[in-house]
């Protein structure tokens, strides 16, 4: 039986939660993948304790964790809550919307507002509040704090402890989107005092001062983030109980040499042992992003199945045994998307590819729209049991 994780999408409406998440839980208590032990993951706001974490936040902080986690762990399915790491908030607008507006989508963290000293900068000093719609150094308008700071890194990890303390997660999740722009070859960001710092100290000059690729720059700034990983690991160590920490994002997994360059520097974090598993994720359908996924030639994020055995063998090859790993695809409704009838044939399509190439479990990342549909359930059934 192949494992599967179901992905709920960010921050559904309360309307899509009522059906989205009680629909995937009936149906996981109907059978469909009667022998899956592991895990609806669910993400839930980020915060520290019960903080209110966003200005828009539609519920209190927890609910949404708290109605789905009792109904999953009485089926026997673990829940697996994540967040985005570090991120200060998003804007509308970018190349997407005409007019452009300066709007916020979704929620901005408490902290993220009332600590603009933390927000990291690029090269020039700017950081998120100073850009402009669609000229940000990463090509669309998501904004992050710095873990240089050992301020964000405490609050960072205070999220994810919440969700395995407060709530009795079986693990945390850590969502990066470190994807560089057009043309980038190295994370834009981390130009922060302690990074300056430490910079200047170790090799008597300031980084502003070099080239932006600079290993030892690029180096130093991936740091921080694996300094983060540990310093998580540690505080869920001290829970006294297992507390699996996984990792999923896109874009870092072709050449695991150069993660560092991404600051997901996610093969030093398997060599720690801090990692349980890896979730390497991939766009199965077109959402018109603005830039394409690092060496595609289709134009978009959109990726074939050969591009997706690849890069899954190459993590494969990289981890062996030393922790799981869970290919995912994204087929979200929420921008264009092909009717259910071709979509579902490409999850199959995607999920035998990933099987193949040596990923323990597949991971779906999908929403309410697409949970909706029978044709979807069957197609997981199908899956689970080895029919691709």
């Known amino acids: 039986m192949v494992d599967i994780v179901v992905v709920n999408p960010s921050r559904p409406a309360a309307q899509a939660m009522e059906s989205g998440v009680k629909k995937a839980v009936l149906t996981f208590y109907e059978g469909v993948l009667e022998s899956h032990p592991r895990v609806l993951s669910y993400r839930a706001p980020g915060a520290s304790g019960f903080e209110n974490r966003g200005l828009y936040q539609i519920s209190p902080f927890g609910e949404p964790l708290k109605t789905l986690a009792g109904p999953a762990r009485a089926a026997g399915q673990e829940t697996h809550p994540y967040a985005l790491v570090g991120t200060a908030g998003v804007w509308m607008g970018s190349r997407r919307t005409k007019p452009r507006t300066r709007m916020r989508l979704g929620t901005i963290p408490k902290f993220s507002a009332e600590h603009r000293e933390y ?16 000229e940000s150094p990463l090509g669309y308008d998501v904004g992050y ?6 301020e964000v890194r405490e609050y960072e990890r205070a999220a994810f402890v919440s ?21 980038g070859e190295v994370w834009p960001l981390g130009y922060d005092d302690p990074a300056i710092e430490e910079y200047k100290r170790t090799y008597g000059v300031d980084p502003r001062e070099v ?12 740091g921080y983030y694996t300094q983060f990983v540990r310093e998580l690991r540690q505080d869920l160590d001290a829970l006294g109980r297992k507390v699996e920490v996984s990792v999923a994002s896109e874009g870092v997994w072709d050449d695991p040499a150069a993660a560092y360059k991404y600051v997901v520097d996610w093969p030093t974090w398997v060599e720690e042992g801090l990692v349980d598993s890896l979730h390497p994720r991939f766009w199965i359908i077109d959402p018109e992003y603005p830039l ?29 045994d030393r922790c799981k790993i869970y290919g995912t695809v994204l087929c979200k409704h929420d921008g264009p998307a092909p009717p259910i009838s071709e979509l579902t044939p490409r999850i199959a399509g995607a999920a035998k590819a990933i099987i193949e190439a040596g990923s323990d479990g597949f991971g779906i990342y999908t929403d309410a729209q697409v949970m909706a549909t029978d044709e979807f359930w069957d197609c997981l059934r199908e899956i689970h049991e080895g029919r691709f």
């Open 211 to 222: 080239d932006a690729n600079d290993e030892n720059w690029a180096r130093l700034r991936a």
């Open 292 to 320: 394409s996924y690092p060496n595609s030639e289709t134009g978009s994020w959109l990726v074939d199945n050969a591009r997706i055995a690849q890069e899954i063998s190459t993590v494969k090859d990289f981890v062996g």
């Open 163 to 183: 969700y395995a303390r407060d709530f009795g997660a079986d693990g945390v999740q850590l969502e990066l989107l470190q994807v560089l722009a057009e043309g």
């Open 119 to 134: 927000l990291s900068k690029d090269r020039n000093g700017e950081s998120w509040l100073d850009w402009e719609i669609g």
């Open 145 to 150: 704090m710095g873990l240089a700071y050992p």
